[in-house]
């Protein structure tokens, strides 16, 4: 089994045993985030298969990262499998350990 950790700023913010990898991205189920650390950003992107990505920023000990962390509440056919799971970036170290 394998296991996925995501860090920021000296603090696991999410860890599952259940992710999704999509283009080299690990998206971690919405309940295996540290919803303490999450905050909703109004910003958002768009992709071509995947659809519209909504982001938070990720608080730690008073240090904000804006929008490291992504969801596709409503992906498109082709993105079913990630409904609602969180990815990130800028700085969030993701690992996934074989166990």
């Given amino acids: ?15 599952t045993d259940a992710f999704e990898k999509v283009e080299g991205n690990i998206y971690f189920p919405a309940d295996s985030i540290h919803k303490e650390f ?5 910003h958002e992107t768009t992709c071509g298969w995947k659809g519209t990505a909504n982001y938070y920023n990720i608080e730690v000990d008073g240090k904000v990262n ?6 596709y509440a409503k992906p498109k056919d082709a993105a079913k499998n990630i409904t609602g799971m969180v990815a990130f970036w800028k700085g969030v170290e993701v ?4 166990h």
């Fill in 38 to 42: 999450f905050k909703e950003s109004s």
């Fill in 66 to 71: 804006k929008e490291a962390a992504w969801y």
């Fill in 1 to 15: 089994m394998t296991r996925a950790t995501a860090t920021w700023n000296g603090k696991v913010i999410a860890e």
């Fill in 95 to 98: 690992i996934s350990i074989h």
